[in-house]
């Protein structure tokens, strides 16, 4: 009886003893339970007070979770109005096949950044910009995407606007260097019309001493239409290069900008004494461009170069420009002068606007042209050459649209 009485004493102490360890270790679970709930509220009002739009989605788009300002966003009032969802109802649909890779990278471990548009509940055409990154499980694995999202509406509005400001502001520039180059271009389409003239009135005098074959009036004639044709495509050269449009980009041949840039400057070059020389590397693959803006950058660089070898009164007078493939895929143009050099203003200050080393200079002709080129994600520098001269290089990236393109 006396083992069984200390057995029994010996087992209900076990039993007290785990009853207070269970006891323990649950008041320790309900403290982390609570202090999950307390970190979990706390997450919750923190994204709920978040000023841009945090939203959760599956991998098919599927909205799991959205808070108030992704609420505000799409113009939705409750949560259920939008959760179960389709991220894709409101996504514009040019932009829809991206925003959908977009997704598989991330699904995929990868991070990302997207700009897009969206249509809201209430047909709001809003600019989105978004910040994608996995939301990892347990186990690793990437249970959502987890994206933050903020309205760019007002900043892609400004951009449009700087843009068209642009635009305006070179289809000026091109303006006032037609005016400048009018009695050069006047002259220069002096020489055809005078030709045809007297071609004609060539044509008329055989016919009418009818001594001439047919032949000899059909090679007078044929000469009246090819100078009638190079007057034709100067005015139309001039119309397209003063025309006032949208910027429109596509494939263009580097090569053929500058020669149809050379073609424009060349009568004024003559007029000065300077000669221009071509070194285009061969078999260049297209760039993305608006062509008449290139066209209007080479032109801007060439005219300065113009001017400041027309005060030289010693030494040869001459403008080399040049075409290569650069590195990282991008198309160089290099136009290289032997004129004075810059000694008035110095090297960083010379794309800034109003700065000019002409007296009678506005100092906007380069500022446009870099702006052009850096529109076109490109970069636009000078350099002083080991001689005399200035060498001004400008380069224009190769995008994925015009690698598809070229192949």
Same mark, same amino acid.
């Given at each position: ?104 990278? $991330?699904?995929? #471990? =990868? @991070?990302?950044? !997207?700009?897009? &548009? +969206? ?122 290069? $003063?025309?006032? #449009? =949208? @910027?429109?980009? !596509?494939?263009? &041949? +580097? ?153």
């Amino acid at each position: 009886m006396v083992a069984v009485v200390v057995y029994v004493l010996a087992l209900n102490r076990r039993l007290q003893q785990s009853k207070h360890e269970l006891e323990k270790e649950i008041a320790e679970r309900r403290r982390a339970e609570e202090r999950l709930a307390e970190k979990e509220n706390r997450l919750r009002l923190i994204i709920e007070s978040e000023p841009e739009c945090v939203k959760l989605q599956t991998i098919d788009g599927k909205l799991l979770e959205m808070n108030p300002a992704g609420l505000a966003l799409v113009d939705a009032e409750r949560p259920e109005e939008i959760v179960g969802s389709s991220v894709y109802r409101f996504i514009a649909p040019a932009y829809r096949s991206a925003y959908e890779a977009l997704t598989k990278r $991330v699904f995929q #471990g =990868e @991070s990302g950044v !997207m700009e897009f &548009q +969206i249509i809201s509940l209430k047909g709001h055409h809003r600019w989105l910009e978004t910040h994608a990154v996995p939301l990892l499980g347990s186990s690793g694995e990437t249970v959502a995407l987890l994206g933050i999202t903020r309205d760019i509406t007002g900043r892609k509005r400004a951009e449009e606007e700087m843009r068209r400001h642009n635009t305006e502001l070179a289809h000026v520039s091109r303006l006032t260097m037609m005016c400048e180059m009018a009695s050069t271009l006047a002259h220069e389409l002096n020489q055809p019309l005078s030709a045809i003239s007297n071609y004609t009135r060539g044509c008329m005098r055989r016919i009418r001493s009818a001594s001439s074959t047919r032949e000899e009036i059909l090679a007078a004639m044929e000469l009246v239409c090819v100078q009638a044709e190079r007057a034709g495509e100067i005015i139309r050269s001039i119309r397209a290069f $003063v025309k006032k #449009g =949208e @910027s429109s980009r !596509m494939p263009s &041949q +580097i090569n053929a900008i500058v020669r149809d840039a050379v073609r424009f400057a060349d009568p004024e070059a003559r007029q000065h004494g300077v000669g221009i020389r071509l070194q285009l590397a061969e078999q260049l693959p297209p760039v993305l461009a608006d062509a008449i803006q290139i066209e209007q950058v080479i032109l801007n660089i060439v005219r300065n170069a113009i001017e400041a070898m027309d005060s030289m009164k010693f030494g040869k007078r001459e403008i080399v420009i040049e075409t290569a493939l650069g590195e990282c895929d991008a198309l160089e143009v290099r136009v290289t002068d032997t004129g004075p050099g810059m000694s008035s203003v110095k090297f960083e200050e010379v794309f800034d606007p109003f700065v000019s080393t002409k007296p009678t200079g506005m100092g906007m002709g380069l500022t446009i042209s870099r702006s052009i080129i850096e529109a076109h994600g490109g970069r636009l520098w000078a350099t002083p050459n080991p001689g005399r001269g200035l060498t001004f290089r400008f380069k224009l990236p190769m995008t994925r649209e015009v690698h598809d393109y070229a192949a």
